[in-house]
């Protein structure tokens, strides 16, 4: 069992940066695979990133490419979303999520949730 817990988010203006942390319980974090996902008002939740289990290996939807970063600390079962250059259309409720064995981009094969922090970019 894995909870998780996300935190940094707020407001920030157009052009602007976040950290968004996510802390994991346990201590087995190096066991799974992280992911970010993203649910905007009246949307359905997409995916924004995601992390291998040693942090080797990254993957990212286009719509962040090049702006965000995932990266992860194993001695501190944290992982993190710095976001640069943000946009009005970044606005959302993050979630980090945990999967057993390799990364991956589909919500569906995520097991554990956090509760989402709120991110919400002024134009």
């Known amino acids: 069992q894995v909870q998780l817990v996300e935190s940094g988010g707020g407001l920030v203006q157009t052009g602007g940066s976040l950290r968004l942390s996510c802390a994991a319980s346990?201590?087995?974090?190096?066991?799974?695979?992280m992911g970010w996902f993203r649910q905007a008002p009246g949307k359905e939740r997409e995916f924004v990133a995601a992390?291998?289990?040693?942090?080797?290996?990254?993957y990212y939807a286009d719509s962040v490419k090049g702006r965000f970063t995932i990266s992860r600390d194993n001695a501190k079962n944290s992982v993190f979303l710095q976001m640069n250059s943000l946009k009005p259309e970044d606005t959302a409720v993050y979630y980090c999520?945990?999967?057993?064995?390799?990364?991956?981009?589909?919500?569906?094969?995520?097991?554990?949730w956090g509760q989402g922090t709120q991110v919400t970019v002024s134009s």
């Open positions: 992390i291998s289990r040693r942090g080797g290996t990254t």
């Open positions: 346990g201590r087995t974090f190096s066991s799974y695979a």
């Open positions: 999520a945990a999967r057993t064995l390799v990364l991956s981009s589909l919500q569906n094969e995520y097991d554990y």
